[in-house]
């Protein structure tokens, strides 16, 4: 399997102040990305989907404007979530993938545990 | 939209087999049965895939029906360490994504 890792694993913030989540593959070169987001007692929740040198491809009412994908470098995504509220408190999980491979299969990172105040 | 229906719950005794349902009626032909699992407060775990044949790894057996209607993951000695979130995934050939569903918190008590 492949290994991924995201920064920082937990993060508080005030609200209204935005918030950078890295996402990185440490062994192997991922042309795709996917985030996720996981309220408490809930299953996870696909949010975009990120292939490396172009823009995201969101789900249905997520707003791109505040959930910011960066697919940098094909082993680095990054999620900035902008002016956080409360309600955008969560465990948001990213995983790598190769596309176009038929049998692909998705590796997930730790998560990362979002609080805001 | 996740296409998979799972039991909510399930509990199993430390040492048997723990064998884990998943519907999927509306799989297409193409489509791949994905099994992850999720210890609480950490990302999901890869445990098996499979199309059409039964698969087996150092992890798990997956089973799937002739019709490809439903699946069966098998831990074949469950420990605690498999208390989890089970989740069956079919998994979206045109971009890749997989939609989660609720999956089956399974409970393996000593």
């Known amino acids: 399997g492949a290994v991924v890792s995201q920064h920082p694993s937990r993060v508080i913030c005030k609200s209204g102040t935005s918030v950078k989540i890295e996402c990185r593959s440490l062994?192997?070169?991922?042309?795709?990305m996917f985030w996720y987001r996981q309220f408490p007692k809930q299953s996870l929740m696909l949010m975009a989907t990120?292939?490396?040198?172009?823009?995201?491809?969101?789900e249905q009412g997520v707003e791109k404007d505040k959930f910011l994908i960066n697919h940098a470098s094909l082993t680095l995504s990054t999620l900035t979530v902008t002016s956080a509220h409360p309600e955008d408190s969560s465990f948001y999980i990213c995983?790598?993938?190769?596309?176009?491979?038929?049998?692909?299969?998705?590796?997930f990172g730790p998560g990362t545990r979002l609080t805001v105040l | 939209d996740a296409k998979t229906t799972q039991p909510p719950s399930m509990d199993c005794a430390e040492g048997r087999a723990a064998n884990l349902p998943c519907n999927h009626s509306?799989?297409?032909?193409?489509?791949?049965v994905y099994w992850y699992r999720q210890i609480h407060s950490q990302g999901p775990q890869y445990i098996i895939h499979?199309?059409?044949n039964n698969e087996t790894n150092e992890m798990a057996s997956l089973i799937i029906t002739e019709d490809r209607k439903s699946s069966t993951l098998i831990l074949p000695h469950a420990t605690l360490r498999d208390t989890a979130v089970y989740y069956c995934?079919?998994?979206?050939?045109?971009?890749?994504?997989?939609?989660f569903g609720t999956g089956t918190s399974l409970t393996v008590i000593p």
């Open positions: 995934i079919v998994r979206d050939t045109t971009g890749n994504q997989f939609y």
């Open positions: 509306t799989i297409s032909g193409n489509e791949y």
């Open positions: 995983s790598v993938g190769r596309a176009g491979a038929s049998t692909d299969t998705q590796y």
């Open positions: 990120s292939n490396e040198g172009s823009k995201a491809t969101y």
């Open positions: 062994d192997f070169q991922a042309t795709t």
């Open positions: 499979g199309l059409k």
